[in-house]
T-cell receptor, first 116, second 110 residues
Framework: GAGVSQSPRYKVAKRGQDVALRCDPI?????LFWYQQALGQGPEFLTY????????KSGLPSDRFFAERPEGSVSTLKIQRTQQEDSAVYLC??????????????FGDGTRLSIL | GENVEQHPSTLSVQEGDSAVIKCTYS??????FPWYKQELGKRPQLIID?????GEKKDQRIAVTLNKTAKHFSLHITETQPEDSAVYFC?????????FGPGTRLSVLP
């Protein structure tokens, strides 16, 4: 497909379980971003990759959150020992180049995570 | 860090009327301002963007204006249609990241 693809679309987990969310960016896009979107709020930045390098992880809320993009394409966001406050939609976005903050980001449909 | 405010939080207009959503930002270094439309359960979709060297940009029924001195920018939708109903987010770029506003829920009443 031509767009950003995320899986799964929905994930339900019990508190304390680990989850892994996948993002397949647009082919050839160098930059990849993860956002967390709480209900009724705007997306909030979590982390940013340029190719395989994680250049900014300042938005990750705790050390339970970990992201990787080992081959500079697909990315995985992992949350360990999930808690109820982790319930949100996790959005992935990609952009073509590396120019700082000056290019449109294209979003996936997100993964809706519910922690019981 | 950057802070983006957005008003109003909800907006109802009659079909055919215009809608205006306003955003302010705090970091004078921000130089790129996109607007996204998000329908319920769907991805945010870029509808228009503006860079800091431009004061206004128009695309059919949608326009964006930017006042760098006052650090605010606005989205204008003319001749609104029911399919314009959605949540609209503004954003400002700081570094390589976007900071989003809290969103405006637009309802276009037939």
């Amino acid at each position: 497909g031509a767009g950003v693809s995320q899986s799964p679309r929905y994930k339900v987990a019990k508190r304390g379980q680990d989850v892994a969310l996948r993002c397949d960016p647009i082919s050839g896009h160098v930059s990849l971003f993860w956002y967390q979107q709480a209900l009724g709020q705007g997306p909030e930045f979590l982390t940013y990759f340029q190719n395989e390098a994680q250049l900014d992880k300042s938005g990750l809320p705790s050390d339970r959150f970990f992201a990787e993009r080992p081959e500079g394409s697909v990315s995985t966001l992992k949350i360990q020992r999930t808690q109820q406050e982790d319930s949100a939609v996790y959005l992935c976005a990609s952009s073509l180049g590396v120019q700082r903050g000056n290019q449109p980001q294209h979003f996936g449909d997100g993964t809706r995570l519910s922690i019981l | 860090g950057e802070n983006v405010e957005q008003h109003p939080s909800t907006l109802s207009v009659q079909e055919g009327d215009s809608a205006v959503i306003k955003c302010t930002y705090s970091d004078s270094a921000s130089n790129y301002f996109p607007w996204y439309k998000q329908e319920l359960g769907k991805r945010p979709q870029l509808i228009i963007d503006i860079r800091s060297n431009v004061g206004e940009k128009k695309d059919q029924r949608i326009a964006v204006t930017l006042n760098k001195t006052a650090k605010h920018f606005s989205l204008h939708i003319t001749e609104t249609q029911p399919e314009d109903s959605a949540v609209y987010f503004c954003a400002a770029s700081v570094g390589q990241n976007f900071v989003f506003g809290p969103g405006t829920r637009l309802s276009v009443l037939p």
